[in-house]
């Protein structure tokens, strides 16, 4: 499996003294080569190819890789390593055009004055979401991750932002319904 890292992002999957390099290739049994120079990274199964839960770890390792490149911390990374979290990758030229001008204003619509957009994206559907480069990144369970991608792509689209809070709140009180049904 290959990688490609934007090469300030390396330092960021190596970690201090490797640790983090060697946390993803402990949980995703995987072994891990990393070409600062290009931002290649190549991952293989350690003990060669294996069926049922070596090929989810591996998998989960290279999403782990790909969340970290683009933009994620560690930690939030981690969380693919649960068979219950998912990374959804949304190109903002895919709304916005190839237009420089346009994308980043797409972008600045996405993260928010301050941050505040990103932030309630977040808190409302109980995910994680990075903005790099020209990429909107989300982590979450199958449910939140749903609710913030629709909320991601309603802004790349120009929905208003006060209705983009209000089909959150919707979907995190339709969240916290299913959660009480189920106890």
Same mark, same amino acid.
């Given at each position: ?21 060697? &946390? ?7 072994? +891990?080569? +990393? ?7 190549? /991952?293989?199964?350690?003990? !060669? ?28 990374? #981690?969380? /693919? ?5 998912? &990374?959804? /990758? ?42 790099? !480069? ?7 369970? +199958?449910?939140? /991750? ?7 792509? #309603?802004? &790349? ?12 709140? !919707? ?13």
């Amino acid at each position: 499996m290959y990688v490609r890292m934007p090469k300030e992002r390396v330092a960021v999957l190596i970690g201090p003294e490797g640790e983090t390099k060697k &946390l993803i290739e402990r949980l995703g049994e995987v072994k +891990i080569k +990393i070409n600062s120079k290009t931002g290649d990274v190549s /991952l293989s199964f350690k003990g !060669g190819d294996k069926a049922g839960g070596a090929n989810f770890k591996a998998m989960a390792a290279r999403d782990v890789v790909k969340a970290i490149a683009r933009g994620f911390s560690p930690p939030n990374a #981690m969380r /693919l390593f649960d068979d219950d979290n998912y &990374l959804e /990758l949304i190109d903002i030229r895919d709304y916005s055009g190839k237009d420089s001008k346009h994308v980043r204003r797409v972008r600045a619509r996405i993260i928010g004055t301050g941050g505040r957009t990103r932030r309630l994206i977040e808190e409302l559907s109980g995910s994680e979401m990075v903005v790099y !480069g020209n990429t909107v990144g989300l982590i979450g369970d +199958i449910i939140s /991750l749903n609710a913030a991608k629709r909320a991601a792509e #309603m802004v &790349l689209e120009g929905s208003e932002h006060a209705a983009v809070y209000r089909f959150l709140e !919707g979907k995190r009180r339709e969240m916290k319904f299913m959660e009480m049904s189920m106890n």
